[in-house]
């Protein structure tokens, strides 16, 4: 039984017309082969319900350059207010969340032209009452993604989402322009990790629980 846990989620309009995601998934959407995702390898370990609990998650609606609407969903760990956390600590908790979605390090269509992300299956899914659910895999943990209508009818009805992990630090509460920077930094930097998945209309028997 999945349970699934509720982070804070914000949305920003980071991925408007030709932004680096909109570069990033456009030769997926737009009609170029992906590769197919694997499972994750055991030397990372899966994310643990804190660490599911503690990931931002920031959604985005955007087009490609040949006009085609895509959602997004960027997960981050956050930099935290006072003190400070172990850069390689992060990096490694944050490769453990890449490959349990299936993620593959970004390249971005100018480094190499046509390769599109990699495609998972039914790593997100959407409940009945239309809460979408992030599932990982080796845990029976979900991460529920904070209600926002428009974004959740929107990868309903493409039935797919480009999922985006950042292997750095962000803070909660940054700005739009700040995230297009740790986008466009992380992107140049080999720091994003992403895949395209497709949504399923069900959230095959997974339990609904609010993580406190």
Not at 60 to 73: K, P, Y
Not at 186 to 210: H, I, K, N, Y
């Amino acid at each position: 039984m999945r349970h699934p846990i509720q982070p804070r989620m914000r949305h920003w309009d980071g991925a408007a017309p030709g932004g680096q995601l909109g570069s990033l998934v456009g030769p997926l959407v737009d009609g170029a082969v992906a590769m197919t995702s694997e499972s994750a390898p055991a030397t990372l370990p899966a994310p643990n319900p804190g660490l599911i609990a503690r990931l931002n998650a920031r959604t985005s609606l955007g087009q490609t350059e040949a006009g085609r609407t895509f959602a997004s969903l960027l997960l981050t760990y956050p930099a935290p207010q006072f003190g400070e956390v172990d850069p390689s600590e992060v990096e490694f908790a944050m490769r453990g969340v890449a490959s349990t979605l299936g993620a593959v390090p970004a390249v971005l269509p100018s480094v190499v032209p046509g390769r599109a992300p990699s495609f998972s299956v039914d790593r997100m899914s959407i409940t009945p009452t239309g809460i979408p659910l992030i599932h990982f895999d080796g845990t029976p943990w979900s991460m529920r993604i904070a209600e926002s209508p428009a974004w959740s009818r929107v990868v309903a009805g493409l039935g797919r989402v480009l999922l985006v992990v950042g292997l750095d630090e962000l803070s909660p509460v940054a700005s739009a322009a700040e995230v297009d920077e740790y986008i466009e930094c992380a992107g140049e930097a080999d720091r994003l990790f992403a895949t395209v998945s497709s949504v399923a209309d069900t959230p095959r028997r997974r339990a609904a629980l609010r993580y406190p």
